[in-house]
């Protein structure tokens, strides 16, 4: 009997997503998230409003971007959709916020930005509420 090599090698793929939405949620919940609904009235003097929304409304989205869809990918539900907003406001950091930033200054937005394309294009894998294997399908 021919064996089949996907076969032993989903086990490896699905605890590389899920330790990849572990690793890229956890990241940005404890550097971005939690910190900006710790101290949301510092934060709502800092943040910037490159598209002149107000101060309010950017924050808000930021703070949807990455507190509530990081827990939406950890548990696996709506995953590629979750990664979206988080892309969104990563891409509007990096390239409208901080235009100025060399590859180094900036690197942790663009790892970050690996991270969640990767996730987005791959899915959850087979371990979450939703995993990507039965009801979340390409």
Partial sequence: MKRQPWLYTAPRIDLGLLFLRLAGS???LYVHGIPKILHYANQLAQIEDPFGLGRSLSLWAAI????LCPI??????????ACL???AV???AM???????S????????????????ISLCGAGRWGLLPSGTKETP
């Fill in 26 to 28: 956890f990241m940005l």
């Fill in 72 to 81: 939406a990918i950890v548990l696996g539900v709506a995953t590629r959709l």
């Fill in 85 to 87: 907003p988080i892309i």
């Fill in 103 to 118: 590859v180094a200054e900036g690197q942790f937005g663009w790892l970050l930005l690996i991270i969640f394309i990767t």
């Fill in 64 to 67: 949807f971007a990455e507190v």
């Fill in 90 to 92: 990563l891409l509007i």
């Fill in 95 to 101: 390239l409208a916020v901080h235009p100025d930033w």
